[in-house]
């Protein structure tokens, strides 16, 4: 059963659920004390019935049945699930011996009616045709009036054997059966009966529904004495998530605006226009929160975003003659039109080139991402710190709190696509400097400015039949129809591989060989200064 009383119904705090309550309960102890008050009647009709009638023989005729039910009926405690069945089967024991005595009464009443020892006669009697009063046939007579007498005697002896049956049959009958209304029996039944559908039970489980209602009420009332302490800790909860909202909002209105000034230093050496054209803006957005439920973070959707703070990625552009930009961390719209410049966001105002580079800078930049996941884990193990790493106090740590280790191989599919120039190097640049950090960096890449600074330079090739025969071949599938090769290329196979990058299939002599020899070189020279900043 649900317990109603814990959702109360209107302004009135449960008190109409309370009083259902009680009304049941009053109803079902009363049922109760019906039901006890009739053991107690059963149990003293039966020590008379015992006191009066033939004992001996009723005892050992009846250990099974009369006796029987009427001592299961009698002794079954009310909050016991047998006690339904004994009141059924003595009430069906007492019926049962109804039967039997009305059999015996019927059996009395056909012998006493003599019917056939009446019709027996006027038939002898027409069997004489007449002649009994002349006595013409004096046979006939004689034998007719000897079927006489034998008739009077059986007729007397029919009036004996109704008589016995009525005395010791009936008689008996009735001094074994207690002297017990099956009608008061029948009435508690129905009542039982309609009880359990009222509360939606089993008969034989309505003892149960009374002694869980009991257990409710008394949980009530223990709920009412605890429940001004249970308010006061739910409303310090609610303060303490309110404070603690506010808290991390906070942070990450910081967490955002250090975001912004890293990622926007990255944008002259990737090639974003001169330094303050352009900056990267990430923009706490907080959604309004419902103060009394205190609802800061849950999981249903509104207009497509969860309840709380989210994070929004913008492009802050300089317009033709605007002013330096405002301090970072200002997001003040009409402040930012007044100085000239002009806010998107990323997915709306970047291209693609400078999408990737923005993804690239905010992966070597912010807290949790690849590339200070590296330099996190450098740090610990004592390699060094670099300037994007977040110093976290042991306090904030805790003693056991240990960082997870940097991701073993970090994948970037052509993260240099839509870029070229000064802004390829670059990323080149940074790509180095992640790699320098732990893990292995692996960049997929038709860039030769990002292939040329690369530590070691894999090829991959689809034409199988027509590389197979050159190339220190590392590994080669053919799980499809169209193959690949996967080679390693150093020395004058990587300048041959990084001129064809360059220029393809035109024949531009050894101008193409000596602009791939200026790449390696100067890939080099950017791999050494990444190692010297670290050392």
């Not at 003599?114 to 045709?129: F, I, K």
Request: net charge negative; aromatic share 4%; charged share 30%.
């Amino acid at each position: 059963r649900v317990s109603f009383f814990r959702m109360p119904n209107g302004d009135d705090g449960g008190e109409k659920d309370r009083q259902m309550l009680a009304g049941w309960i009053d109803e079902l102890e009363h049922f109760e004390e019906r039901i006890v008050c009739q053991q107690r009647r059963v149990d003293e009709r039966w020590k008379q019935t015992k006191e009066g009638g033939v004992v001996g023989l009723h005892e050992d005729r009846q250990e099974g049945t009369m006796e029987g039910a009427v001592k299961r009926f009698v002794e079954a405690p009310f909050a016991s699930s047998g006690l339904y069945e004994s009141l059924s089967n003595l009430r069906s024991t007492l019926r049962s011996w109804d039967a039997q005595i009305a059999s015996a009464r019927e059996a009395a009443t056909i012998l006493r009616s003599q019917s056939a020892v009446e019709d027996c006669r006027n038939r002898l009697h027409g069997s004489l045709g007449g002649k009994y009063e002349d006595r013409s046939d004096a046979r006939l007579v004689a034998r007719t009036e000897r079927a006489h007498e034998l008739l009077n005697v059986a007729e007397n002896a029919l009036s004996r054997c109704a008589a016995d049956i009525e005395e010791e049959v009936v008689g008996y009958l009735e001094d074994c059966r207690p002297n017990i209304c099956t009608d008061a029996l029948d009435e508690i039944v129905l009542d039982w009966n309609t009880l359990a559908r009222k509360h939606g039970a089993d008969p034989v489980s309505l003892p149960e529904v009374l002694e869980k209602m009991r257990a409710e009420r008394a949980a009530e009332a223990e709920n009412g004495q605890a429940l001004p302490e249970a308010k006061a800790e739910e409303e310090k909860a609610a303060e303490d998530v309110r404070s603690a909202r506010v808290r991390l909002s906070q942070a990450r209105r910081e967490a955002c605006a250090s975001l912004s000034r890293e990622v926007s230093s990255c944008f002259p050496a990737l090639g974003m226009m001169p330094h303050g054209a352009v900056r990267f803006v990430a923009r706490l957005e907080e959604d309004a929160v419902d103060s009394e439920s205190c609802a800061v973070a849950t999981d249903r959707p509104r207009e497509g975003r969860p309840v709380g703070d989210s994070v929004g990625f913008y492009l802050r552009r300089r317009s033709a003659g605007g002013t330096e930009d405002v301090t970072i961390g200002t997001f003040d719209d009409e402040l930012v039109s007044q100085n000239g410049f002009r806010e998107d966001r990323v997915e709306v105002a970047a291209s693609a080139g400078e999408k990737a580079r923005i993804l690239l800078a905010i992966e070597t930049c912010v807290p949790g991402a690849i590339g200070s996941a590296f330099s996190s884990h450098r740090g610990k193990e004592g390699g060094g710190r670099t300037g994007n790493d977040v110093e976290v106090s042991n306090e904030e740590e805790g003693e056991d709190a240990t960082d997870p280790p940097p991701p073993a191989v970090v994948l970037y599919d052509e993260i240099d696509a839509h870029v070229g120039g000064r802004a390829a190097v670059a990323m080149g640049h940074l790509l180095v400097s992640q790699s320098r950090q732990g893990g292995q960096v692996i960049a997929v890449t038709h860039g030769a400015s990002v292939a040329a600074i690369a530590d070691q330079h894999v090829v991959l090739d689809s034409s199988i039949d027509n590389a197979i025969e050159g190339g220190n071949v590392e590994f080669v599938s053919r799980g499809s129809d169209d193959g690949v090769k996967v080679r390693k290329v150093e020395g004058t196979e990587r300048v041959a591989e990084l001129a064809r990058m360059v220029v393809g299939d035109l024949d531009v002599g050894e101008s193409a060989n000596s602009f791939a020899e200026a790449l390696l070189t100067e890939g080099m020279q950017k791999r050494r200064e990444v190692d010297n900043l670290l050392l």
